[in-house]
Each structure stands twice: as structure tokens, then as C-alpha cells.
């Protein structure tokens, strides 16, 4: 399995963008999927991530109400629409694929990883 994330760029606070995470092979929608990132001089953290149906979400506290986890199955994609964006939410983002199908919000349960897309948030 490889993930292909694309969408990430510098956008100035309040502003908004959409990050993709495309799925090679053809089980994209038995598992899970989620989104992490990593600030410069932190751990790799949480952000969201989304059930093989689509009908559970999680959240990290710092991004609900602002950012939008989706996927189609279909197109074998994984989606993180960000929006009100702010200069700390400023990291290199990854997508991966949860071993379940139900999603976790501990990077150990996942295992394939993206190669990362930089957001760059300036004020």
C-alpha cells in the first residue's frame, strides 16, 4: 500500500486549504484512515481521522469546528479540508491507514504512512 498526500502550501492565518491522500491497491475502504502532523521540534500528533464508511470522526480538540476529514471511496481518497487556519497549525501533515476499520487516535494503529505535505500558516 502506498498513500500519495498532495494539497499542502503556505497560506496566510485565516485562510484555508484542502490536503488529498490517494491509496494504491484496491482495499482503501476496509480501514480506516486518519491524518497526523508534526511541528517543527514536537512529536508527530493527531488531527483527525475517519471510519472505512465514513460515518465515524474524530477529532483532535485544536482543529474541531475548523478542519473536515472525508473521504471517497470511489476515488480511493482521503481528504483534511482546513479552514480559519491559524500560524500554529503550522506542521508537515500525513495521511495513514488505520489496521482497523474503526479509527484510532494513536499513530501505533496505523500502519501506512504518507510521505507528508508541509502547510506553512503565517500571521
Known amino acids: 500500500v502506498q498513500l500519495q498526500a498532495s494539497g499542502g502550501g503556505s497560506v496566510q492565518a485565516g485562510g484555508s486549504l484542502k490536503l488529498s491522500c490517494v491509496s494504491s491497491?484496491?482495499?482503501?475502504?476496509?480501514?480506516?484512515m486518519g491524518w497526523f502532523r508534526q511541528k517543527p521540534g514536537s512529536e508527530r500528533e493527531f488531527v483527525a481521522a475517519i471510519s472505512r464508511g465514513g460515518s465515524m470522526l474524530k477529532y483532535a480538540d485544536s482543529v474541531k469546528g475548523r478542519f473536515t476529514v472525508s473521504r471517497d471511496n470511489a476515488k480511493n481518497t482521503l481528504y483534511l479540508q482546513m479552514d480559519t487556519l491559524k500560524p500554529e497549525d503550522t506542521a508537515v501533515y500525513y495521511c495513514a491507514r488505520d489496521a482497523n476499520a474503526v479509527p484510532s487516535v494513536e499513530s501505533a494503529a496505523y500502519r501506512y504512512w504518507g510521505q507528508g505535505t508541509l502547510v506553512t500558516v503565517s500571521s
Open positions: 491497491g484496491n482495499t482503501f475502504n476496509g480501514y480506516a
